[in-house]
Structure formats: structure tokens, C-alpha cells
């Protein structure tokens, strides 16, 4: 079974940054394609960002184009998404998600407020 732990949130200030840490267990880890979404209070869950598996591609929402980086260390079995240059509007659960499984983790709450 498909395992999540998401990690690294916290408050953070408006143009601050945190990274976030996911670790994943029971899949092949090296062979998937993995991504980040998001949930703020009273909105639909979003996509966020999605890495290859070997990491040479990335794709980013338009929200955080420029400001989030999205990486990996298959090593680990770790997906990283380093966020900087933060507004209100990151407020949410953050999540990461195996893209071909239906498994999701706790999610790490993520606060942007001065």
C-alpha cells in the first residue's frame, strides 16, 4: 500500500519561503511521476506542481510559476517543494501525491500570514 508523509509547514511570512518534504513508501518510487497539490479553507483541492520520474520535467500551476521549485531525491524515495516568495493566498494543506495512485497523506498545513 502506497504511503504519504508530508512535512516542513508552518507559518511563514508574506516573502518568506519553507520547504516541504514528502517520503513515500510502498511504490517504486523512481519509476513514478510525482506531484504537490493543495486545499485552502473552503476551496476545492489544486494542483500545484508535477516532477518525472527521473526529474528532468517539471510543470507548474500559473499561481506559483516562479516562486515554488519542485524536486526529488529518488535516493530517499523524497519529494521536495521549496517554496519562496510566499502570499496569503499559499494559506492551505499542502499534499503529494503518487500521480498513477489514488493514495494521499495527511497533508502539512502551510499558514502565510504576517
Known amino acids: 500500500q502506497v504511503q504519504l508523509v508530508e512535512s516542513g509547514g508552518g507559518l511563514g511570512q508574506p516573502g518568506g519561503s519553507l520547504r516541504l518534504s514528502c517520503a513515500a513508501s510502498?511504490?517504486?518510487?523512481?519509476?513514478?511521476?510525482m506531484s504537490w497539490y493543495r486545499q485552502a479553507p473552503g476551496k476545492e483541492r489544486e494542483w500545484v506542481a508535477v516532477?518525472?520520474?527521473?526529474?528532468?520535467?517539471?510543470t507548474y500551476a500559473d499561481s506559483v510559476k516562479g516562486r515554488f521549485t519542485i524536486s526529488r531525491d529518488n535516493a530517499k524515495n523524497t519529494v521536495y517543494l521549496q517554496m519562496n516568495s510566499l502570499r496569503p493566498e499559499d494559506t492551505a494543506v499542502y499534499y503529494c501525491?503518487?500521480?498513477?495512485?489514488?493514495?494521499w497523506g495527511q497533508g502539512t498545513q502551510v499558514t502565510v500570514s504576517s
Open positions: 501525491k503518487v500521480i498513477k495512485y489514488n493514495y
Open positions: 510502498g511504490v517504486t518510487f523512481s519509476s513514478n511521476r
Open positions: 516532477m518525472t520520474s527521473t526529474g528532468g520535467g517539471t
